[in-house]
């Protein structure tokens, strides 16, 4: 019988895993689903993601896609895996792919989210899920900053020294942000992102927001390209990986319709 492909959209905290990628220990989000995924098929099943994410980060729709040799029902790859999952990490669709399908290679675009609590304490209740900043932050000039960072170009000032992208140049086609009560909402999509780009974009729109630099420093360290003249990585805690895209004829299901 010949192999079958299958992609799942799955959804995780990240909050109590080393990050995706699978380590020696085995305490990362893909050693937990495949462990899940393995029991279901009866035989060691192994998955590719869209993308990696680092330890503390979340996913709202991680597409991972794994080959399998075992012919199962749709749902049992769903409320089968689910059964097995700890409540942190959850299948949210299965859909069967053709193999010329690849969760990264075909993705189209990857989309973020960055949920950053804006008020004199920190929250209690949605620890781990959110970013923090205290003072006020002017959210017209950073709106204003982010302007220039649409479009393609090279990313080395926002790019982590351990970073692996064999390009720093990516084309960034939305950054948003937006106000919900006490918190910020930053939406970012691209084709591709550098390791920790979003978080340092972040960091520096932060930089602008409470006044240190006017919105036209975020060119300055753009043009620099070089990440001494950018903030610090901002904390994982509120990142998620919200979506990825894919052309239609694969015809995948989406947790976003």
């Not at 990240?14 to 689903?33: I, K, M, P, R, Y």
């Not at 980060?57 to 895996?81: C, I, K, M």
């Not at 780009?197 to 975020?218: A, D, F, Q, S, T």
Request: with cysteine; hydrophobic share 45%.
């Amino acid at each position: 019988m010949p192999a079958i492909r299958v992609a799942l959209g799955v959804e995780y905290d990240g909050s109590e895993f080393f990050g995706w990628q699978s380590q020696a220990d085995g305490h990362t989000v893909q050693d937990v689903l495949q462990a899940a995924l393995s029991s279901i098929a009866d035989e060691k099943i192994a998955v590719i993601a869209a993308g990696r994410t680092d330890t503390g980060v979340h996913a709202l729709e991680q597409v991972v896609h794994f080959d399998t040799n075992t012919a199962r029902p749709l749902s049992a790859w769903v409320r089968g895996v689910n059964a097995l999952l700890p409540k942190s990490i959850v299948v949210l669709w299965a859909h069967a792919v053709p193999e010329e399908f690849h969760a990264r290679f075909s993705a189209q675009a990857r989309s973020y989210r960055y949920l950053l609590i804006n008020r004199p304490v920190r929250s209690a209740v949605r620890h781990g899920k959110v970013g923090w900043f205290h003072a006020p932050l002017d959210i017209e000039k950073m709106r204003e900053a982010a302007l220039h960072l649409l479009g393609e170009h090279d990313f080395s000032a926002f790019r982590a020294a351990e970073c692996q992208a064999k390009s720093p140049v990516k084309n960034l086609f939305q950054l948003d942000i937006n106000r919900q009560d006490d918190k910020l909402v930053f939406d970012l999509t691209a084709g591709a992102f550098l390791h920790h780009m979003v978080r340092n974009i972040v960091g520096c729109l932060v930089y602008v927001g409470k006044g240190k630099y006017p919105p036209g420093w975020m060119k300055e360290v753009l043009e620099s390209r070089d990440r001494k003249h950018a903030a610090p990585t901002f904390a994982p805690d509120g990142l998620y990986l919200r979506c990825i895209t894919y052309d239609a004829k694969w015809g995948l299901p989406t947790a976003f319709p």
